[in-house]
């Protein structure tokens, strides 16, 4: 065994001591920027290409465009199309507490998020002002692929520890603050959300977690969904991404806590 490897069991992988120093990779595809320079006729292209229909012509200024982030899916054809025109970053696009606010004009500056560490820290004093305890936590998957689930379980990992914020999943919704929702929300799943619902005590919090979530995603507004949870519960935060990261996911947990806290005064 190498001397950095002693005192590292099983498959020589240690718990990282600091979620601050986790390396987003660059071929994360978190948020877009759009050269306003270089559009040469492309953007008709660049719409046409999109599989989900998130770019949008910009009203006011024939030569720009609106991206949708409620419906991105960062699949990356529109980059590939047109490098030169839009741009995909590895730092994730940021919650937002209105559907309205996930369409945005595409420009130079990327969203920036606060460090998971600090993030937690804030929420943490949040959820003992609003409720005293520890806040509970209801997921439903209303038919995603369930990549978004895989996200939402690394937050109880040893990496991202999200207990040791005061948060909790629970499989009751009688016993849940919060109701996290993945999926266009299904026509088979749209009674079952609804039912999920009413059955929280209140104030009751509800998060849209990812692009389906959002807006219906990839799977878009068909026969067989609702076209967004937004269709058949109340939202309070929408968290894109496809899927986003833990470090979103609290951003988004934080948004929604502070909205219902303002709110309560």
Known sequence: MKDKEKGIMGNSIETVRDTDSLFISYNYRGSITFNMESVNGKRELAESVCPTKALLPFKENDSDLLLDYGKCIMCGYCTKITPKLIKINSKPASPVNTRAKMIERLGPQTPSLASYEQTGNELKGKIQELFGRSLAIREVDAGSCNGCEVEITALNNPIYDIERFGIHFVSSPRHADLLLVTGP??????????LTYDAMPGPKIVIAVGACACSGGIFGDTYST????????????????????????????????????????
Request: hydrophobic share 40%; charged share 15%; with cysteine.
């Open 226 to 265: 609702t076209g967004g949870i937004d269709n058949v519960i109340p939202v309070d935060v929408y968290i894109p991404g496809c899927p986003p990261r833990p470090q979103t996911l609290l951003c988004g947990i934080l948004l929604a806590i502070g909205r219902t806290l303002s709110h309560t005064k």
């Open 185 to 194: 929300a299904s026509k088979n799943m749209e009674a079952v959300l609804k």
